[in-house]
């Protein structure tokens, strides 16, 4: 259990800790986490399969990986969360739906899916779209969600610009990153806003409120 934990997973549980203990362990106090973690649990540099990037910030958005399926059916099985999303949650949500979901989010050249990684572990998902029938072929849509424990700390508002920022930057035709919010979802209006998106056209289809993130100027 130890010896394979990523610093990132966070602090270990009482019975992780007994048990770490109980087989000679190595623990170090992590001061950030407020808890102890295996003295040899890799950080963030130590994983090959982050970004070079991941250092500059407190959130890193990489990938879902198939050994995230507990995290990621834990923070999905929530029907609030899915009130406001465009699909409705499926029933029942199991481990194997979990896992389709998955390995949706990484296949197809449409769209990019990350989740939201904290020191805590994955706590969300961010979403870039390509194509649709609404989109400009100088846009992308720009989607996200926050499992319900780890909200009001700000990370949706960062993972949601650190993502824009970087599709701007890398692709030279795309001009702006937009996004759809249902009228009622004034928490999500307050994210985008925070991210630096500014109020734009509704969405035709549904009269989902609309906003925007044009590229920097230099």
Known sequence: MASVRARWHGPLTGPQLAEARSTGTPLAYDPAQNGW????????????????????????????RDSDLEHFHALLDDAELWRYMIEDMPSPFTRAVAA?????????????????????????????????????????????????????????????RQLAMTALRSRAGLQRVVAYVHPQNTASTRVLARAGFVPAAARVSDGWLGFAFTRPVN
């Open 100 to 160: 389709d979901l998955i390995a949706i989010s990484n296949a197809g050249q449409h769209h990019e899916v990350y989740a939201i990684q904290s020191s805590q572990g994955p706590v969300g998902q961010v979403r870039l779209l390509w194509t649709g029938p609404e989109l400009q072929p100088d846009e992308a849509e720009i989607s996200y969600w926050l499992g319900r424990l780890h909200r009001g700390r700000g990370w949706a508002s960062e993972a949601v």
């Open 37 to 64: 973690v295996p003295a040899q649990a890799p950080d963030l540099d130590d994983d090959p399969e982050l970004p070079i990037w991941a250092g500059l910030s407190r959130l890193v958005l990489r990938p879902w």
